[in-house]
């Protein structure tokens, strides 16, 4: 971990009461506004929408029960006027058919047979006038005179009809002014409830903030190294989960003959190396590696790697980065300073793959040691 990443993700923990005042500032501002919008659109239904609901009822672009049956009464009408005039009877007979017939399908309904006595008599009388006039069995003035009991009977149908719609209309247009009051006060006790559950909900949330930045603040602790301050190997594992389905580079390093080392030089002066090492190391990565110490003298790094020549090159840039430090070691069996070991493997980033490369990664740091040490190799 780059100094550089620390500092970021320490202003990133830091609490910011500017930008905390101003969200604060902001939500409130949009509560009451949310709220005033809520207010100006019942107002405008309650004077506006209630004239257009009255509109609506009473347009006559739709067919209604009293429509058809004044369409049928008309068509009788036209019937009866068919029937009185001068042309020839056959002429008069087969219009007044016609419309007798429109006038039956119009009034023949479930709803004028179930609500009104006078229309199952009334069909009965205009499906007797169709058969006399089919085969002329009746006189024209006759059949004028048969018209009258189902035009009389449609003209009472019509009127009902009319005071139904108007009954409904009243009831509707009374039951959306009670509902629009009913919404109007509704709205101004959600208005002052809501200004009381967001002081609490502010006080509230001071808590959880303050509750979440010690959360915060203990998981990183507890994902991080606490000597050298890089990652441990739980946060490794988060990484590679965070950056699943990505090609990612796998690099395990190891201090040859640590033990040595603290043997010769004693474990503050190890613990100084360690820390020495990491800085080293992610410079040696140009920082664009997350690192890792596993335990003891075992490093991890964790890069975005396109291809193994790249993570060659990143092994490489450690062994050299090390050499070039020098880090004196008395206790080295082969005359040398401090040595690193390393071995890398590539792979596709998930819970099963990073398992195996981790076994690749290390099986090549061993056959570093078994080679000699100080050294390199990437499993292929």
């Not at 009809?161 to 959600?190: C, K, P, V, W």
């Not at 606490?226 to 395990?252: E, F, K, W, Y």
Request: charged residues 20%; hydrophobic residues 40%.
């Amino acid at each position: 971990m780059t100094s550089k990443a620390k500092q970021v993700e320490s202003h990133a923990v830091r609490p910011r009461p500017l930008v905390r005042q101003y969200r604060y500032i902001t939500w409130l501002s949009l509560s009451l506004m949310s709220f005033l919008a809520l207010m100006v659109l019942i107002i405008y239904e309650s004077r506006w929408v209630y004239p257009e609901i009255q509109a609506y009822f009473s347009q006559t672009g739709n067919l209604s029960g009293q429509q058809l049956a004044t369409r049928s009464r008309m068509y009788l009408q036209n019937a009866q006027a068919e029937l009185l005039t001068d042309q020839p009877e056959q002429a008069a007979f087969d219009a007044a058919f016609m419309n007798i017939e429109l006038a039956y399908g119009l009034s023949d309904m479930h709803i004028y047979r179930r609500e009104y006595e006078c229309s199952e008599p009334s069909l009965a009388v205009l499906n007797r006038l169709l058969t006399w006039l089919e085969v002329r069995e009746i006189d024209r003035v006759n059949a004028v005179g048969e018209l009258f009991t189902p035009i009389q009977c449609l003209s009472h149908i019509e009127m009902d009809q009319l005071d139904q719609r108007g009954a409904a209309i009243n009831y509707f247009s009374e039951s959306t002014r009670q509902h629009n009051q009913m919404l109007t006060y509704s709205s101004l006790l959600i208005f002052v409830l809501g200004l009381a559950f967001w002081g609490l909900h502010e006080r509230q949330l001071h808590r959880t903030d303050r509750a979440t930045r010690e959360t915060l603040e203990w998981m990183q602790r507890a994902m991080r190294d606490p000597l050298t301050g890089v990652g441990n190997r739980s946060a490794l594992l988060q990484d590679v989960l965070a950056n699943q389905h990505q090609s990612l580079g796998l690099i395990l390093v190891d201090i040859d003959f640590f033990k040595q080392y603290n043997d010769a030089y004693g474990h503050p002066q190890g613990d100084t190396l360690l820390h020495q090492l990491a800085t080293i190391i992610g410079q040696a990565l140009n920082h664009d590696a997350q690192l890792y110490r596993l335990g003891g003298d075992e490093f991890a790094a964790l890069l975005h790697c396109p291809d193994s020549e790249t993570l060659k090159r990143y092994c490489r840039q450690i062994i050299e980065g090390v050499r070039e430090a020098n880090f004196a070691h008395a206790a080295h069996p082969d005359k040398k300073g401090v040595t690193l070991s390393v071995g890398g493997c590539c792979f596709v980033a998930n819970e099963h793959t990073f398992t195996l490369a981790y076994e690749a990664a290390d099986k090549a740091l061993y056959q570093v040691k078994t080679a000699g040490r100080d050294g390199w190799q990437v499993t292929e």
